[in-house]
Structures are given as structure tokens and as C-alpha cells.
T-cell receptor, first 110, second 112 residues
Framework: GQQVMQIPQYQHVQEGEDFTTYCNSS?????IQWYKQRPGGHPVFLIQ?????EVKKQKRLTFQFGEAKKNSSLHITATQTTDVGTYFC??????????FGTGTRLQVFP | DGGITQSPKYLFRKEGQNVTLSCEQN?????MYWYRQDPGQGLRLIYY???????QKGDIAEGYSVSREKKESFPLTVTSAQKNPTAFYLC???????????FGQGTRLTVV
């Protein structure tokens, strides 16, 4: 079945450093979504990418969807302590299922 | 105040008992989902529903059952057949299957 892997599993950074998480699917995706889950909380939607090669920005966050629509990345510039949490990608292929990636847990040290 | 509500937040059950987790949304969303999250893990899809009176199995449906008799409600029953039921259960809804999902606060189920 469809699998969505994320790397790295964990990332510890000093405040102000950049952070990137990568998402790879075993199948071509129709779209990809990104979510953030704070410790003890529930996932909150960040963005959706649909087009091949699409790049979207939200302040310090940059999201990319690969040309082959099988991978995606989230890059955070100059991390802050408020960025702490687990970042998940989630994608759909030609089925109706929304499959979540394994997640990357980000810890930011002040 | 619109949103998606899961209750209760914490639930304890004895092994061998069935338990039903509630999920209600007043967002008028057609699609609803149930995910399971284990400590330090991602979200795994249990069941999803595109529309009332219809639902489909996700990747880990064994030992679970759902119903979708009303648009607003998508309860999940964890049966005694589920081998490792202790987990954090998240319900979500979306306008349609290819739009953003809104999650409830989750129910942490502990089976002893």
C-alpha cells in the first residue's frame, strides 16, 4: 500500500538555525498537505500543495512539492521556540485515503 | 462556535470490553476520518467516510467498527478484537476528501 516516509525523525536546533523536513511517497500524489502538532495537541493544517513543482511561503516557512509529485519539503528559516512540535506531511494518491507521513519532531533550544 | 468535538478526553477500560469514542462536528463537512496515534508515531488511518451511510476501511481497520448515520457524527467502536487498543485516537473532518482536515482534541484510551 501507499507509504509516506519523513526524514529526519527528530531534529534539535539552536534558536535561529534553519530546519528542513523531507517527505517521500512510494506513489504519485494528487496533492500534499502539511500539518503541525504541538506537544500534547492535535494536528493543525498548515498548507496544501497541488501542482507539480509548486512552492508556497508562509512567513518563515517554505513548502515545496516535487516535480514528480512524489516528494515534498518544509523549510523553516531562523527557527523560534514557538516552532517546536511535530510536522507531518499527508498525501492522497488515486484513492480517497489521506495518508500521513511518519512525522518529524522539532525541538528548538533557546 | 463551530468545530469538531471528541469526547471524552481520557478513557479507561478493562481488557475485553468494547468502547465507543464519540466524534461530532458542526462544520457541515461531508468527509470524516479516524486516526490512531501511538507515542512518538505518525497517524494511521482506521476508517473514513465520504458521505452519510458510507464508510471505508483505512490501513488498520481490524478490531474497529464505525457508523455514519448522521452527517455530524462518526463514532468509533474499539472492540475486544483489537489487540493493542491503548493509543491516542484522533477524529477529523473536511469539506470534501481533497481539502484540509480539521482535527478534534483527541481521546486518549487506556485499556488495563
Amino acid at each position: 500500500g501507499q507509504q509516506v516516509m519523513q526524514i529526519p525523525q527528530y531534529q534539535h536546533v539552536q534558536e535561529g538555525e534553519d530546519f528542513t523536513t523531507y517527505c517521500n511517497s512510494s506513489t504519485t500524489l494528487s496533492n500534499i498537505q502539511w500539518y503541525k502538532q504541538r506537544p500534547g495537541g492535535h494536528p493543525v493544517f498548515l498548507i496544501q500543495l497541488v501542482k507539480s513543482g509548486e512552492v508556497k511561503k508562509q512567513k518563515r516557512l517554505t513548502f515545496q512539492f516535487g516535480e514528480a509529485k512524489k516528494n515534498s519539503s518544509l523549510h523553516i528559516t531562523a527557527t523560534q521556540t514557538t516552532d517546536v512540535g511535530t510536522y507531518f506531511c499527508a498525501g492522497r494518491n488515486n484513492t480517497d485515503k489521506l495518508i500521513f507521513g511518519t512525522g518529524t519532531r522539532l525541538q528548538v533550544f533557546p | 462556535d463551530g468545530g469538531i468535538t471528541q469526547s471524552p478526553k481520557y478513557l479507561f477500560r478493562k481488557e475485553g470490553q468494547n468502547v465507543t469514542l464519540s466524534c461530532e462536528q458542526n462544520l457541515n463537512h461531508d468527509a470524516m476520518y479516524w486516526y490512531r496515534q501511538d507515542p512518538g508515531q505518525g497517524l494511521r488511518l482506521i476508517y473514513y467516510s465520504q458521505i452519510v451511510n458510507d464508510f471505508q476501511k483505512g490501513d488498520i481497520a481490524e478490531g474497529y467498527s464505525v457508523s455514519r448515520e448522521k452527517k455530524e457524527s462518526f463514532p468509533l467502536t474499539v472492540t475486544s478484537a483489537q489487540k493493542n487498543p491503548t493509543a491516542f485516537y484522533l477524529c477529523a473532518s473536511s469539506i470534501a476528501l481533497n481539502t484540509e482536515a480539521f482535527f478534534g482534541q483527541g481521546t486518549r484510551l487506556t485499556v488495563v
